[in-house]
């Protein structure tokens, strides 16, 4: 089960830390990431980590966006800076087990940056 945190209204330039919480899973087996959904707009990728460490980024977020894990917290985090307004949407966790290839989604938190 997966638990996203840490959405707010913020200002153009401003920053935001989201959390997403996965309990009941040994975080080390899976692929991690966020996605977001812009209103009217398909879900796609923001940023993903392996259980390597090894991060991949969209490139509208790279060098502004930084995802990190702990696997002994069982928690992932997304460090969003210098966010502009088409950083807004509802931000989603996904976890993705290596080894079966089931994907797990968390419920979602918005983001809405302001001009």
């Known amino acids: 089960q997966l638990q996203a945190s840490g959405g707010g209204l913020v200002q153009a330039g401003g920053s935001l830390n989201l959390t997403c919480l996965v309990s009941?899973?040994?975080?080390?087996?899976?692929?991690t990431g966020w996605y977001r959904q812009a209103p009217g707009q398909e879900r796609e990728l923001v940023a993903k980590?392996?259980?390597?460490?090894?991060?991949t980024y969209a490139d509208s977020v790279e060098g502004r966006f930084t995802i990190s894990k702990s696997n002994a917290k069982g928690t992932v985090w997304l460090q969003m800076n210098n966010l502009n307004p088409e950083d807004t949407g509802v931000y989603f966790c996904?976890?993705?087990?290596?080894?079966?290839?089931?994907?797990?989604w968390g419920q979602g938190t918005l983001v809405t940056v302001s001009s």
């Open positions: 996904n976890a993705v087990n290596r080894y079966t290839g089931r994907a797990t």
């Open positions: 009941g899973q040994l975080l080390s087996r899976y692929i």
């Open positions: 980590i392996h259980n390597t460490g090894a991060t």
